[in-house]
């Protein structure tokens, strides 16, 4: 079949199409340009993307299960109920998790900040590479001042790129 007649059945467009084969997540088509010809394995990789989707499951997860031969499909986990919580559902979304999400309520609440800290405050950003970055909200007490400052020449100090 052709790629309209593809996405028509797959629901999809083409271009969705195109992005998950460049993607690694349908295989190419045999020929190429105007004679390009998609088959039923396509369509049923399509359904299954789909279904993986609907799982709440990732490109990079679903294009590894469609490498290990697509594997037993998750069971599609309907939306939480009114009673359920969102690490309910993250729980059971992600059963491959060694131990459940813990709820972040655990953690004992930070202190309200002060009056005039509310009123008025500004945020510093500090990148210590590409995926490290450090947020601070000043203005800060004298002694939490001397922390960060300390803080920000050790985080200097370990990111630093050694010179070849």
């Known amino acids: 079949m052709k790629l309209t007649d593809l996405a028509a059945a797959a629901d999809t467009t083409p271009r969705t199409i195109r992005y998950y084969i460049a993607q ?12 390009a010809n998609y088959t039923d394995e396509h369509l049923r990789c399509l359904a299954l993307i789909r279904q993986l989707q609907a799982a709440h ?27 359920d919580s969102a690490l309910d559902y993250l ?9 459940p999400i813990q709820s972040p309520r655990a953690a004992p609440p930070a202190p309200p900040l002060p009056a005039a800290q509310q009123r008025r405050s500004t945020w510093e950003r500090h990148c210590f590479g590409a995926d490290v970055e450090l947020h601070i909200r000043r203005p800060l007490s004298r002694e939490d001042a001397r922390r ?4 920000l020449d050790e985080a200097r100090r370990l990111f630093v790129k050694e010179s070849p």
């Not at 690694?24 to 004679?35: D, E, K, Q």
């Not at 729980?91 to 131990?99: E, F, I, Q």
């Open 24 to 35: 690694g997540l349908l295989p190419p088509p045999a020929g190429a340009g105007p004679t």
């Open 57 to 83: 499951l990732p490109l990079a997860e679903i294009r590894s299960r469609i490498e290990a031969g697509g594997g037993p499909a998750p069971p599609v986990v309907a939306a939480p109920s009114a009673g």
């Open 91 to 99: 729980n059971a979304v992600l059963p491959n998790l060694n131990s």
């Open 148 to 151: 960060v400052d300390a803080l």
